[in-house]
């Protein structure tokens, strides 16, 4: 039990174009989401957190106009990379929590996104 | 926000040696995940222990809360056990998102 999916696996965009990441919890209702950033070679750094129905909460740093969070269902949230330029090339990984923020998460595959 | 340091940053080990995973953090914890992060990326879930000890299989965890601290044992290491192991903590009021400590690279030789 517990499996989150990611689509796509990777992807790889022109600068200036918008990429839209899915992320969903196949087996159980997530409550709260979580998006994450992994650059080579280096941990996870949280970027937002979302609640189904409401806005996301985004962490200090993080531009909510370049990435929009959509938590459209208890099974599916979204991220999309606005006017994507290569600094945003990174591993971009989700994870869904079935009983709120402090309950046990379980991460996606992830999704490696190449900006050019 | 809490720190989460783990040690050691690297580790290699011939096949079928034993180790021990050590992650401090810096406040109370309402949760704390240990985590093996495959070749691919996929983050694999491997306890959800904020207090006491577990153990499947190979592995096994002890979280110490009053003292900060969690370890994570891996005995008769495989090949298949390389990758990067990480923890990440979360607090209470004020520490609410899951911190990553910048996790252990674990090597097996054959």
């Known amino acids: 039990g517990a499996v989150v999916s990611q689509h796509p696996s990777w992807v790889i965009c022109k600068s200036g174009t918008s990429v839209k990441i899915e992320c969903r919890s196949l087996?159980?209702?997530?409550?709260?989401m979580f998006w994450y950033r992994q650059f080579p070679k280096q941990s996870l750094m949280l970027m937002a957190t979302?609640?189904?129905?409401?806005?996301?909460?985004?962490e200090q740093g993080v531009e909510k106009d370049k990435f929009l969070i959509n938590h459209a269902s208890l099974t599916l949230s979204t991220l999309t990379v606005t006017s994507a330029h290569p600094e945003d090339s990174s591993f971009y990984i989700c994870?869904?929590?079935?009983?709120?923020?402090?309950?046990?998460?379980?991460f996606g595959p992830g999704t490696r996104l190449t900006v050019l | 926000g809490i720190q989460v340091e783990q040690s050691p940053p690297d580790l290699i080990l011939q096949e079928g040696a034993n180790s021990t995973l050590r992650c401090n953090f810096s406040?109370?914890?309402?949760?704390l995940q240990w985590f093996h992060q495959n070749p691919w990326g996929q983050l694999i879930n491997l306890f959800y222990?904020?207090?006491g000890t577990k153990q499947n299989g190979r592995l096994s965890a002890t979280t110490v809360a009053t003292e900060r601290y969690s370890l994570l044992y891996i005995s008769s290491s495989q090949t298949t056990d390389s990758g990067v192991y990480f923890c990440?903590?979360?607090?209470?009021?004020?520490?609410?998102?899951?911190?990553f400590g910048t996790g252990t690279r674990l090597t097996i030789i054959p």
């Open positions: 406040d109370s914890v309402n949760n």
């Open positions: 222990i904020p207090s």
């Open positions: 087996d159980f209702q997530a409550t709260t």
């Open positions: 979302s609640n189904e129905g409401s806005k996301a909460t985004y």
């Open positions: 994870s869904a929590s079935e009983a709120g923020l402090y309950n046990e998460q379980f």
């Open positions: 990440a903590a979360q607090g209470g009021f004020g520490n609410e998102k899951l911190t």
